[in-house]
């Protein structure tokens, strides 16, 4: 398989690690002036517990637990297969125990990621279809957006937490130190705000990116096509309680859990519509080269 870098993923991950670096000054500036600086600490500790195990922290709050060659033989085959085509090390794999037919993939680097994909997605797919879903998986790792989304995301975390509880950071004299804290949580909202938009339009293009890597790695797009249409359609049958239970890692999966018109509206993947409509086209320009 010949890989092609995506120089466009590349730019956009590039730029918007510079806009959120420099976002990130701001913060912390704002942060000292407002007399948070007992927070950096945390911040900064919060950011290696991020970066350093972001791959168990992603399948703890999903549930999902690392699954061995006896348990999943087929899983196992099939992503090894994957990985050699992809010239990936293989990562490790998880499954969820979820009505909720999704995967995702997470992992600091290539050689500590990891794959995980819930039962409902295993129930619903067939071989060739589940090829599809984890080679999407696998060009994220390839790709390497994961390790970007992770540290994206911790920015806007860390604004959302100052946020919620911006007023517990203020200390026991709210009189003297109210303006300080209004001050600090209405950066924090900025802060979350643009990091937020950010993330987003930076999901939305790697979806497309890992799409192309999938039909690369399988030489089907008509499979993860498929596989994306029978995942949309099965969300309608999942119970809400479920989908808003998985809801916050929305950007990782495969499929987002949409919640009404204002999730749609900030859905941080692209319309599954024109995903199947770019593959199929992919599979018409495969077909004729």
């Not at 989304?149 to 911790?154: E, K, L």
Request: with cysteine; glycine share 6%.
């Amino acid at each position: 398989m010949e890989w092609k870098r995506d120089w466009g993923l590349r730019g956009r991950m590039a730029f918007t690690m510079f806009l959120l670096f420099a976002l990130y000054i701001v913060f912390v500036a704002v942060l000292l002036r407002t007399g948070y600086a007992v927070a950096l600490p945390f911040v900064v500790l919060f950011l290696g517990a991020q970066f350093f195990f972001s791959d168990k922290l992603a399948l703890y709050s999903m549930g999902a637990k690392e699954v061995s060659e006896e348990e999943y033989p087929e899983l196992h085959a099939t992503i090894s297969r994957l990985c050699q085509q992809a010239d990936l090390p293989k990562p490790k794999v998880a499954v969820a125990d979820s009505r909720v037919p999704n995967a995702f993939a997470t992992g600091r680097s290539q050689k500590s990621s990891a794959v995980a994909v819930t039962t409902g997605l295993l129930r619903t797919l067939d071989r060739d279809e589940l090829e599809g879903v984890l080679a999407h998986e696998l060009a994220h790792v390839k790709n390497r957006d994961v390790m970007v989304m992770t540290i994206a995301s911790f920015l806007s975390t860390v604004a959302f937490m100052v946020v919620r509880w911006g007023f517990f950071f203020g200390g026991g004299n709210r009189d003297r130190q109210g303006g300080g804290v209004l001050v600090a949580v209405l950066a924090s909202l900025v802060v979350w705000i643009i990091s937020f938009f950010l993330i987003r339009a930076l999901s939305r293009y790697r979806e497309y990116a890992a799409d192309r890597g999938a039909a690369l790695i399988t030489g089907r797009p008509s499979a993860l096509a498929s596989a994306l249409q029978k995942i949309s359609g099965r969300m309608d049958q999942v119970p809400k309680n479920d989908l808003r239970e998985q809801s916050e890692m929305n950007a990782f999966f495969i499929i987002p859990i949409k919640t009404g018109f204002v999730g749609k509206l900030f859905s941080t993947h692209p319309p599954t519509e024109s995903r199947i409509e770019r593959l199929r086209q992919l599979e018409r320009e495969m077909e004729t080269a």
